[in-house]
Nanobody, 128 residues
Framework: QVQLVESGGGLVQAGGSLRLSCAAS????????MGWFRQAPGKEREFVAA??????????DYRDSVKGRFTISRDNAKNTVYLQMNSLKPEDTAVYYC???????????????????WGLGTQVTVSS
């Protein structure tokens, strides 16, 4: 079982930046996948970004609306995944959830059901 703890959320003006962190504890793994999803009030949870790694190789995928603005990365030594969010827009406002998977994939998983472990979420609010 892995525990995921998100941090880094907050209130920022449109055009600003935030960096979310997701620290995984309880297990270290040389391969796997972690991702970020978000849920705005009254909306479905949606995929934001995910990263798959096998030892030092990394593969990432993003939803179209964040490509070029968000970057997902992983620090193996810290067992932590980051989501750097730049040029934030009011429509990015949501609770952001970190997720992890130990399954073996040949692609970057992007569906919520691909992930078995979830954090409690961190609020991101972008004011206009």
């Amino acid at each position: 079982q892995v525990q995921l703890v998100e941090s880094g959320g907050g209130l920022v003006q449109a055009g600003g930046s935030l960096r979310l962190s997701c620290a995984a504890s309880g297990r270290t793994f040389s391969s796997g996948a972690m991702g970020w999803f978000r849920q705005a009030p009254g909306k479905e949870r949606e995929f934001v970004a995910a990263i798959r790694w096998i030892t030092s190789n990394r593969y990432a995928d993003y939803r179209d609306s964040v490509k070029g603005r968000f970057t997902i990365s992983r620090d193996n030594a810290k067992n932590t995944v980051y989501l750097q969010m730049n040029s934030l827009k009011p429509e990015d406002t949501a609770v952001y959830y970190c997720a992890a998977s130990f399954a073996t994939y040949t692609r970057v998983p992007i569906r919520a059901q691909d992930f078995g472990s979830w954090g409690l979420g961190t609020q991101v609010t972008v004011s206009s």
